[in-house]
Structures are given as structure tokens and as C-alpha cells.
């Protein structure tokens, strides 16, 4: 069974914003609205990947 740090997820609003150089605030109303559609809920936490979060990225400035 894989580890959390070999999945390489990332929990919680705060922790995503901080890799996507957004605030708080900023990355949930991302979230809220689908323009962040890998974040997923589970329970009452967000998680999404880091790898997918990366590539969402460098595809949309490309």
C-alpha cells in the first residue's frame, strides 16, 4: 500500500494555495467555482495532486 508522500497529495485549501501562489481566499473560491476541477472533497478536507495541479498550470500558461 502506497504512502500519502508517494501519492503525493496535497491536503487542504491553504497548503494547494501555497503551491499555486494564491491566497487562502483566493483558492477557494477557485475551488468553489470549478475553475481548480482536479481539487476533490473528501469529508470536510480538499486534496488534489500535486502533479495534476503542476500540469493544469504549465498547460494553461503554455
Keep these: 500500500m502506497e504512502d500519502a508522500k508517494s501519492l503525493d497529495l496535497i491536503w487542504g485549501i491553504e497548503?494547494?494555495?501555497k503551491l499555486?501562489?494564491?491566497?487562502?481566499q483566493q483558492t477557494y473560491h477557485m475551488v468553489r467555482t470549478g475553475k481548480?476541477?482536479?481539487v476533490k472533497r473528501m469529508g470536510d478536507r480538499y486534496v488534489a495532486s500535486r502533479a495534476r495541479l503542476v500540469a493544469f498550470f504549465?498547460?494553461?500558461a503554455a
Excluded: A, V
Design 20 to 24: 499555486i501562489g494564491r491566497s487562502y
Design 58 to 60: 504549465m498547460e494553461d
Design 36 to 38: 481548480l476541477p482536479m
Design 15 to 17: 497548503d494547494i494555495g
